[in-house]
T-cell receptor, first 112, second 113 residues
Framework: ELKVEQNPLFLSMQEGKNYTIYCNYS?????LYWYRQDPGKSLESLFV?????AVKQEGRLMASLDTKARLSTLHITAAVHDLSATYFC????????????FGQGTTLQVKP | NAGVMQNPRHLVRRRGQEARLRCSPM?????VYWYRQLPEEGLKFMVY????????ESGMPKERFSAEFPKEGPSILRIQQVVRGDSAAYFC???????????FGQGTRLTVV
């Protein structure tokens, strides 16, 4: 059974700093998703990583996937307050139905 | 092309009442997934449906919960005799097939009082 774990679960950082959120998953998966969720809102798709070594960047966020290590990272560069949100990673399970298994989420708080 | 539409956005029910949550998928999408998000937690899969069929309901509680996706109309998640522990945000997502990324609706926030 696929398990997805994120760390840290909570991250408080100063504006301008860099940090990385880690997402480990327990069994083979051919893709990995990153989402952002603001309080009381839905999930906004950030990245879909489809292959080993995939790297995608959007603004101050960069995501990567290492399928051999079963690890994805979300790197934040020079954080700004607007990035404060909860970030989830998710992977499809082996049933091939498209259902996603989510990590617990990482709540990011960027202080001015 | 409107996104995935869920209604109501907020629903308050007293213990013992029934809750009906609706999800209209994006145009052309015939696959619907329901997820539940308890406070301060990640999303947990509940059920996967295609038109008129339940494909995977492995995440549904055994009692009081049911889901359908009729040939016409929205998908419905029904919770009978709600209890306080059912208070959560319920999200649906739709996709055109099981290997394309699904898009999420805005969610229905159910509060049981």
């Amino acid at each position: 059974e696929l398990k997805v774990e994120q760390n840290p679960l909570f991250l408080s950082m100063q504006e301008g700093k860099n940090y990385t959120i880690y997402c480990n998953y327990s069994t083979t998966s051919d893709r990995l998703y990153w989402y952002r969720q603001d309080p009381g809102k839905s999930l906004e798709s950030l990245f879909v990583l489809l292959s080993n070594g995939a790297v995608k960047q959007e603004g101050r966020l960069m995501a990567s996937l290492d399928t051999k290590a079963r690890l994805s990272t979300l790197h934040i560069t020079a954080a700004v307050h607007d990035l404060s949100a909860t970030y989830f990673c998710a992977a499809p399970d082996s049933s091939n139905t498209g259902k996603l298994i989510f990590g617990q989420g990482t709540t990011l708080q960027v202080k001015p | 092309n409107a996104g995935v539409m869920q209604n109501p956005r907020h629903l308050v029910r007293r213990r013992g009442q029934e809750a009906r949550l609706r999800c209209s998928p994006m145009k052309g999408h015939s696959h619907v997934y329901w997820y539940r998000q308890l406070p301060e937690e990640g999303l947990k899969f509940m059920v996967y449906l295609q038109k008129e069929n339940i494909i995977d309901e492995s995440g549904m509680p055994k009692e009081r919960f049911s889901a359908e996706f009729p040939k016409e109309g929205p998908s419905i998640l029904r919770i009978q005799q709600v209890v306080r522990g059912d208070s959560a945000a319920y999200f649906c997502a739709s996709s055109p097939d099981h290997f394309t990324e699904a898009f999420f609706g805005q969610g229905t926030r159910l509060t049981v009082v």
